[in-house]
């Protein structure tokens, strides 16, 4: 996270020197930053940055994807003349445990169309989910942890 904070840092410094202080050019100077910062990794210690950077961008693709289809099943669901459902709550063991991965797991979870994340428990052990088609909550569930989950644990380790 430090290292985005300087990458952002030094993107501002980029656009105040060049003098312009576009949307582009402060891209621009965001990723001459970020190779800036690739070249010299192994003076502070840091690990890959664009690495991270590339599992982020992995991970926001998987949303998007994600959103994608479920937003064609629940207007599929939503428009054909039976809608044959079974809404249900089912619980989900969460392998994350901080509470940033937790947060956004479930905010990944509630933003995708026929998915609400419901609560968490006591413990941050299991995360309750309620979904439009519960019929198999054993494939909901291996989806999530094969899907989001690991993607998450990827990104922010």
Do not use: Q
Request: net charge neutral.
């Amino acid at each position: 996270m430090i290292l985005l904070v300087f990458n952002l840092l030094l993107a501002i410094v980029w656009v105040a020197i060049t003098g312009s202080a576009s949307f582009l050019n402060l891209v621009f100077g965001f990723f001459l930053a970020a190779l800036a910062l690739t070249v010299v990794r192994s003076s502070y210690g840091g690990t890959l940055y664009l690495g991270r950077v590339r599992r982020i961008l992995a991970l926001l693709l998987l949303f998007l994807c994600e959103l994608a289809k479920s937003a064609w099943a629940v207007a599929v669901t939503v428009m054909s003349p039976r809608m044959d459902v079974k809404p249900g709550i089912f619980a989900f063991p969460l392998t994350v445990e901080r509470d940033f991965e937790i947060t956004l797991l479930a905010n990944l979870i509630t933003l995708t169309p026929g998915t609400l994340s419901v609560d968490v428990s006591e413990d941050r052990k299991t995360l309750y989910v309620h979904a439009l088609d519960c019929s198999d909550p054993d494939a909901i569930r291996r989806s999530i942890a094969d899907g989001f989950e690991r993607r998450i644990m990827e990104a922010f380790r």
